[in-house]
């Protein structure tokens, strides 16, 4: 795919690290991320998801290696570069106490944009993500998702080139979810690049290309389809299958862990997800486990990543 | 119900141990207070005392002599005129002024009539001008005594006591303008410390931050209301003063808005550097009460800086307080003007600076 190279990319991250003490937060990390694309971000708390958004937004400056955004380097010139990106924090991080339409028109001013403009952009950006009916409402007092959807719009206004979400969707409702991840799609769509940060696995799977942070390392990047299929996820001479189990799901869990031949094993509802050694049938399998039913269930995102983990966990195992 | 109680004892302790801040203060504060207050002895020592002797001879230096050796009186300064013994006096250079009589020699001799010894006493601090009443009528007295024994009739030596300002000695006339000094400190320093640590307790710092605005900007944006609130905050202490306790201001208004300004700018300047090395507004709170502290205690609001002993008059000078309230009560109680004051401006314009420096680069150490 696009590299630092062919200037198509909205953001490229090549060999950053960045220590905070003797910790490293980032070892090594690089990626791109193609323009109007959408890139999601994943990894356990703590892995340096945070870090690394906070690294491309100029809030923090890279240990060692290059980030660049919309082709400008944020080092040298993070001035012009602030004014090409929008970021949503973590955590909610416009005024309390200032109403929805207050919050917008002083970040609108931040921007620099004045007069009749500034109230366009803000009129826009708010119908676009549809808070404009809460506009005289203090933003302290708004929902989960009504904030995240002022946040999206205050981070809009300015029209962004890049926009940096760090898991904007933690702690909101399905529903406001999906509107949220429609209202992404819809700015990748008029060309803007998108990093998303994020713990759900279904928003991971609607992103053009994944990452994945694992104790400060990107364990694995590229489309969610071509993770799956990574030979890694499932070595040659092993299978997944899922096994229906009813009720007793959960003595079966403990039952399967104990197999010599089972490798991995989640429970999904009554059923158990497995990867095995293809030394056992399916007729040993079903019979060890007791199982109701039996089927080949392809790898899921969160499968691989749990697979990708393991591994990383065998092969250094001082940690 | 002894095991729930040792329950929540058990959490309480431990959220004490993790939040040493909070303990030293607790451990600080009362010693600090109970120092200061040990220390500081409020019997009236070292008044400055500036003489104008015009009869110059052994007489007149053993008066004075005998009024140093009371402890009570300094000699801060000697001086040619009775013009220039008020001037100093207005000025806060002395606290009280003695002018001894050209005949004061022969007087003493003869005793044909007593000698008039004029002393203005600064009566801004009612109850330091009291006792150098007491003081120098004491000794006046015990002088005339002495002669007296010897068989002379009239009072060798009679002081006529002229108190120059705050003639009815009242209270208020002192501690309001010192009053405007502590109020300032409070809304200068601690609301601008929580101004901006409250943006970074909330997280809206960091939204701040990805912006195309420039720190100075933020900061400049920031501080700025709140040297209008204290300036509106001045005004209002400043009619109440003159309307309700009629305390009235013989210097230039003008100078005093422009002075406070000048002592605004060392408040906010250590109220930036207080949120710089904060996160949190309890934090802040606790860090400002360190300064706060020591501006009610050493800086002359409630003893008089001669009662403050010796090593601990240092900290009252680094004190923009102490400068200020000096400036005020300059103004307000003896009309004092900027070259009387020249002292007290330069080295508030001093600490100023010091404070705007350290505290912008804190605070650019703090973004980035």
New interface residues.
């Given amino acids: 795919m696009s590299g630092a190279s062919d200037g198509q990319a909205g953001v490229v991250v090549q060999g950053v690290s960045r220590d905070f003490g003797p910790l490293r937060a980032l070892d090594r990390v690089s990626l791109a991320v193609a323009r109007g694309t959408v890139f999601g971000l994943l990894g356990p708390n703590g892995s340096g998801k945070s870090t690394l958004i906070r690294l491309l ?3 923090l ?1 890279p240990s060692e290696g290059v980030v660049e955004v919309d082709g400008l380097d944020v080092a040298s010139r993070g ?1 012009e570069v ?2 090409r ?1 929008g ?1 949503v ?1 973590q ?6 106490d200032l109403t929805v339409a207050e919050n917008l028109d002083f ?1 609108a001013a ?3 944009l004045r007069g009749a403009e500034r109230r366009r952009r803000r009129e826009e950006a708010a119908a676009l993500v549809g808070v404009a009916s809460q506009g005289g409402r203090l933003a302290g007092v708004l929902s989960g998702g009504w904030r995240q959807r002022l946040s999206l719009a ?1 981070a809009i206004m300015h029209r962004p080139r890049v926009l940096l979400l760090d898991e904007p969707t933690a702690g909101i409702d399905p529903v406001a979810r999906r509107a949220l991840w429609d209202l992404l799609f819809s700015l990748a769509g008029e060309g803007v690049t998108l990093l998303v940060s994020t713990h759900y696995m279904d928003e991971a799977e609607r992103c053009s290309r994944v990452g994945y942070l694992f104790q400060s390392r990107l364990l694995a990047e590229g489309p969610p389809d071509a993770l799956r299929a990574r030979p890694d996820v499932t070595p040659s001479g092993t299978r997944r299958l899922e096994a229906e189990l009813g009720p007793g799901v959960a003595a079966g869990l403990a039952r399967a862990r104990a197999l010599p031949y089972v490798r991995e094993a989640t429970i999904f509802g009554t059923a158990l997800h497995l990867l095995v050694d293809d030394r056992a049938t399916d007729a040993a399998v079903a019979r060890d486990l007791g199982a109701r039913a039996l089927r080949p269930a392809p790898p899921s995102l969160e499968d691989a990543f749990v697979r990708l983990t393991a591994l990383q966990g065998a092969e250094r195992p001082g940690r | 119900m002894i095991g729930d109680l040792a329950a929540v004892l058990r959490k309480e302790l431990l959220h004490l141990r993790r939040d040493p801040g909070t303990l030293r203060l607790a451990l600080l504060i009362p010693a600090l207070q109970l120092t200061l207050f040990g220390l500081i002895d409020t019997t009236v020592r070292d008044v400055p005392l500036a003489v104008f002797d015009q009869s110059l001879s052994p007489e007149s230096r053993e008066l004075v002599a005998a009024l140093e050796a009371s402890r009570v009186f300094r000699v801060a300064r000697r001086v040619a005129s009775r013009d220039a013994l008020r001037q100093e006096i207005v000025a806060g250079r002395a606290r009280v002024g003695l002018e001894l009589p050209l005949d004061l020699h022969r007087r003493a001799l003869t005793a044909e009539r007593s000698s008039t010894l004029l002393v203005l006493v600064d009566g801004s601090d009612a109850s330091v001008a009291a006792q150098a009443i007491d003081a120098v009528n004491g000794l006046a007295l015990s002088r005339s005594l002495e002669v007296l024994a010897r068989g002379v009739e009239a009072l060798p030596l009679e002081p006529r006591v002229q108190v120059l300002f705050n003639p009815e000695l009242r209270s208020a006339a002192l501690l309001i303008p010192g009053l405007i000094g502590i109020l300032l400190t409070f809304s200068g320093t601690l609301l601008t410390a929580f101004a901006l640590v409250r943006e970074r307790e909330r997280g809206t710092l960091e939204q701040l931050m990805v912006t195309p605005l420039s720190p100075a900007a933020i900061v400049l944006g920031k501080l700025l209301p709140y040297l209008g609130l204290a300036m509106v905050q001045l005004a209002v202490v400043l009619v109440l003063m003159r309307v309700v306790f009629r305390v009235p201001i013989h210097g230039d208004l003008l100078l005093l808005g422009a002075l406070s300004v000048e002592y605004l700018a060392s408040l906010l300047a250590l109220g930036l550097l207080i949120s710089a090395r904060s996160r949190t507004q309890v934090e802040a709170t606790q860090r400002a009460q360190l300064f706060l502290l020591p501006s009610i205690l050493l800086s002359g609001y409630i003893f008089p800086l001669t009662a403050v002993p010796a090593p601990l008059r240092v900290v009252s000078h680094l004190l923009p307080a102490t400068h200020f309230i000096a400036i005020a009560r300059g103004i307000i109680v003896r009309g004092a003007g900027l070259l009387d004051l020249w002292q007290h401006v330069l080295a508030l314009g001093l600490i100023a600076a010091a404070l705007l420096l350290a505290s912008t680069r804190a605070f650019r150490k703090t973004l980035s």
């Fill in positions: 937004c100029g809030l400056a001035e602030r004014r990106v970021y924090p955590r909610f991080s416009l005024y309390d970040y931040a921007y620099g205050a």
